[in-house]
Nanobody, 124 residues
Framework: QVQLVESGGGLVQAGGSLRLSCAAS????????MGWFRQAPGKEREFVAG????????NYADSVKGRFTISRDNAKNTVFLQMNSLKPEDTAVYYC?????????????????WGQGTQVTVSS
């Protein structure tokens, strides 16, 4: 069992930056692949970025590639999402998620545990 708590969301102007954090409970955090997803009103939850459990392999949605960076600190049970050059279309609730098998998936249906989400709003 893993409990996830996101933080770091807020209101930012277009072109600005935010850093999201996701703190995980449990001693098996390093065995999970981690992902960030987002959901805007009226839209399906979409993959943003993922990171493997130990060797740092990452994967990004095309819409954020080159602007967002996912990282993790297994010693602190935390995964991060650095978001630069933010655009109004990045506005959404951002969720972190844990994948039990440790494999990187892009579908939200493959993830086993979820945080409560943090709102990111980018003004134009």
């Amino acid at each position: 069992q893993v409990q996830l708590v996101e933080s770091g969301g807020g209101l930012v102007q277009a072109g600005g930056s935010l850093r999201l954090s996701c703190a995980a409970s449990g001693r098996t955090f390093s065995s999970y692949a981690m992902g960030w997803f987002r959901q805007a009103p009226g839209k399906e939850r979409e993959f943003v970025a993922g990171i493997s459990r130990s060797n740092g392999i990452t994967n990004y949605a095309d819409s954020v590639k080159g602007r967002f960076t996912i990282s993790r600190d297994n010693a602190k049970n935390t995964v991060f999402l650095q978001m630069n050059s933010l655009k109004p279309e990045d506005t959404a609730v951002y969720y972190c998620a844990a994948q039990y098998t440790g494999l990187l998936y892009r579908s939200f249906r493959e993830y086993d545990y979820w945080g409560q989400g943090t709102q990111v709003t980018v003004s134009s």
